[in-house]
């Protein structure tokens, strides 16, 4: 079981970068994707982007409402991965959660606790 914990958010106006963490703890990211979601006040939880994780390769996958703008990136040796978020909007406020999934399974299982963020001038 690979528990999650996220970091890095906050207050940012328009136009502005966060760059969000997400760590591993219990076991190792490899062999999972690990994958980013967001939910705004009185919105449905949505799909952010995913990363497939292992020792070799980290394709990358993201919604069109942020393809462009924001990019996942993993750090194997921390055993942490990464959300940049650039040219943020005011429509990008959330809390922000990473989840983590196995390759042979459908359903992310292992989630953070969650981190908001606020796009705000």
């Known amino acids: 079981q690979v528990q999650l914990v996220e970091s890095g958010g906050g207050l940012v106006q328009p136009g502005g970068s966060l760059r969000l963490s997400c760590a591993a703890s219990g076991r190792t990211f490899s062999g999972y994707i690990v994958g980013w979601f967001r939910q705004a006040p009185g919105k449905e939880r949505e799909f952010v982007g995913a990363?497939?994780?292992?020792?070799?390769?980290?394709?990358?996958d993201y919604a069109d409402s942020v393809k462009g703008r924001f990019t996942i990136s993993k750090n194997n040796a921390k055993n942490t991965v990464y959300l940049q978020m650039n040219s943020l909007k005011p429509e990008d406020t959330a809390v922000y959660y990473c989840?983590?999934?196995?390759?042979?399974?459908?359903?992310?299982?292992?989630w953070g606790q969650g981190t908001q963020v606020t796009v705000s001038s």
């Open positions: 990363i497939s994780v292992s020792t070799w390769s980290g394709t990358a």
């Open positions: 989840a983590a999934r196995s390759f042979a399974d459908s359903q992310y299982r292992n």
